[in-house]
């Protein structure tokens, strides 16, 4: 956490005032609560909990729509509510840890008892590669709207998939595998800007990040594929901007 800290503090100095951790007895309740199914609460999530538990200062919102609760006391909430299907999923190894009103809720995969699991949907599919990186993935969000200009580009599993095609990489009916698409995005940041060198720590299978004091760069491919540019430079933002172009609409 004090990692977390330090990087956030050095572009949003505000935020650590913001985060207020979990009490020793909430904290002791969702342990109770996990043993009783046969887990422990993992140690970095438990670290989390200690640091910024009762509030994050918006960190972990971020996903979606940005109206994330990943508060303790919602958690708690809803183990306890009868009509919540969160000690359900519970059984099934998955604890619960951002409830979102659509049902578009994050979990740890906790059924192998590792210390920083995988962030699993409710389906249980792969969303970031460890809770680790999942806050460092939701700290660079904060990182990257600091800046004045951003672009985006976004396909459908369609337009991924002849993508693919059109620049001779493997597909699928369906857009492609996760290594297939994410091997068409290094092939697209190094024609974009030759950043294969400078890819985050924190990507994933599904995540690719890129980064430094001048530009940030994400791309998701966990539907099909969504690519977001930032910078303070117009003409560089202009440069990507046709370069993209170039590349997806031609």
């Known amino acids: 956490?004090?990692?977390?800290?330090?990087?956030?503090?050095?572009?949003?100095?505000?935020?650590?005032?913001k985060c207020v951790p979990a009490s020793d007895e909430q904290i002791q309740q969702l342990e109770?609560?996990?043993?009783?199914y046969g887990y422990h609460v993992p140690?970095?999530?438990l670290d989390y909990l200690k640091a910024m538990g009762e509030s994050d200062g918006g960190?972990?919102?971020r996903e979606w729509d940005g109206y994330?609760?990943?508060?303790i006391h919602t958690i708690l909430e809803l183990f306890c509510d009868e009509d919540f299907e969160a000690k359900e999923y519970l059984q099934q190894g998955l604890l619960l840890f951002s409830y979102h009103w659509t049902e578009a809720h994050c979990y740890l995969r906790i059924r192998e008892q590792e210390d920083n699991p995988v962030v699993t949907d409710w389906k249980n599919h792969y969303f970031a590669g460890s809770f680790e990186k999942y806050l460092f993935q939701k700290a660079f969000n904060i990182y990257q709207e600091k800046f004045k200009y951003k672009l985006s580009v976004g396909t459908s599993i369609n337009s991924c998939d002849a993508l693919l095609k059109k620049y001779s990489?493997?597909?699928?009916?369906?857009?492609?595998t996760a290594e297939e698409k994410m091997e068409f995005v290094k092939w697209?940041?190094?024609?974009?800007?030759?950043?294969?060198k400078k890819e985050a720590w924190f990507g994933d299978k599904l995540n690719y990040f890129s980064y430094n004091e001048h530009y940030a760069l994400s791309v998701n491919i966990y539907h099909s594929l969504l690519l977001i540019f930032s910078c303070d430079d117009i003409i560089l933002k202009k440069k990507i901007d046709a370069q993209l172009n170039s590349i997806f609409l031609k």
């Open 68 to 71: 994330m609760e990943p508060n």
């Open 59 to 61: 960190l972990l919102e």
């Open 169 to 176: 990489f493997p597909c699928s009916i369906c857009g492609g």
């Open 32 to 36: 109770n609560i996990c043993v009783e």
């Open 1 to 17: 956490m004090e990692r977390l800290y330090r990087t956030i503090s050095n572009f949003d100095k505000s935020w650590s005032s």
């Open 43 to 45: 140690s970095v999530y």
């Open 188 to 196: 697209l940041i190094v024609r974009l800007l030759n950043l294969h």
